[in-house]
């Protein structure tokens, strides 16, 4: 079981497309899978599941116990400014500390517009995420020009789906 | 004219009181300044003022104005879960892109509760700075175990202090 | 089988006791373990050993050799100047690539004389082993004036101890 | 005046012709340079030089005294292993410390075969250098698969050229 992680509260984004397709992915490794979309995070949520108001918001508290319990996560995580986007540091500022995602294990998945393909905000994660305690896996796709791989909604360059589908099967087993 | 952002919304936050110090430090070096305080974001901010909302959300379009105006910023960084809390990546997500800080100048000072005092918080804010166009100034404080460097609101530790004052000093000149 | 690597050519190093002590804490878990010690790096290592002489160094090739072999590694890492020891990336320079390190799974310990425990340093070789295709384990531990911990050539702060027992039960479970 | 360094010891090397070139550049905007080629390291550079032997290397004193004086660098850092030589860090770590770079300026120009152009090459630096206390500028220019870009030695792509010359203009400014 998998939890695969939109980083982005931008509707309609095309990490969630990406998170679709990771899921069939996993589907095909029969894998099961879950996604989390940022975009569903409450619009109050900078004031409501923060700092005193932790755990007391009831719309985010279900995401927040799903993260508890899940074991492996995916992120698909688009370079917003040269990093990730806000909204996922926040989100994960908003988690159960510690615990919620000491000695677990993540991958990593870039997109950008542009051709750094997320390699900053993957570093930068990588270093918040061992803080926490949670393993990243080594290989971490970059998808540069994201656009330009896509048609419909779903990636159709073939070496890229490639990358996603090796490194799935190698998360299978990290 | 130095804007100094309190880079946290959490409510009475020690950035806060910091970036009062600091804004007394600048006023005894003749220096003016303003604080943002990301307290005062907007609660709905992540839907009201990122994407397609970009600019049209009339409370925070006067901070937003103000950060293309201003040319010269310090950001007081408390570490959050091994980097900066992520409120602020949200918030320079909303700023206008790109110009908004390109060719600016901005410093840094680090807090903590533990050992680390921000020291991987200013090393991602310095990439995204840098991606940004702004120059960051090499000499970054660290507070590390802050509350112990105070009393009664204020960094009342000599050494803390003066790292401070050097520091305003040089990026006066900067 | 476990490779400690101590990660710099200064002679009768920390690095070097504390992989030293690193292998003992093996021992008593009934893990085998080898030291590589960039001590012995070959005086004219940087023009004999990399490049178009890449693998032609009959004093390195042993060493090469061994870490092509090797499956797990500890790096005790000293920060020098803000990083890790330039030696030590030196040393990864004249590897066989691709393939030396892909797959393969480490963890880190930092030193410091002064407070930072080489947080920037691990921070930094993770990203390089990230991108070699070698897994980090999540912990990290940093031993800050670490010449305070030992007596004799040895850690003796109790928590210091402790937390590198914990890493090394954890590293070979990983 | 303006010391430009080749930063890698491998004979002929593509940054040695940028550098070259940057040199040029520099000088069609009236500014003297001098060059520093890491490539002219003596060989046992790695025992003559560091820990120790700090200063005692004859061979390559001149070059630290000439850190020393200088006050402007521009680094042209290629990628190697995901960061940058490990010989240019153990260049830096055989400088004068603290003082040598403490306070001055540098601008930076990544190179790559591949498609990251040295980007978390510069991040390491970035952060090495400002621990050290030298600025750097924001602008990174990042060519990547520098090959293509080239024809007899030199950089040939306009749009390359352009980001070179920008940079060096700015520079001079900085």
Known sequence: MITIISSTNRKNSVSKQVALQYQEILQELAIESTIIDLEHLPSDF???????????????????????????????????NGSFPGILKTFLDALEFPGTLKGKKCAMVGLSSGIQGGVMAMSHLTDIFNYLGMHVMAAKPKLTRVNGLMEGGKITDESSIRRLKDQAQAFIDF
């Open 46 to 80: 900078i004031t409501s599941a923060l700092y005193e108001n932790q755990g007391t918001n009831v719309d985010f508290n279900p995401i927040r116990d799903h993260m508890k319990e899940a074991q492996k996560f995916v992120f698909i995580v688009p370079e917003y």
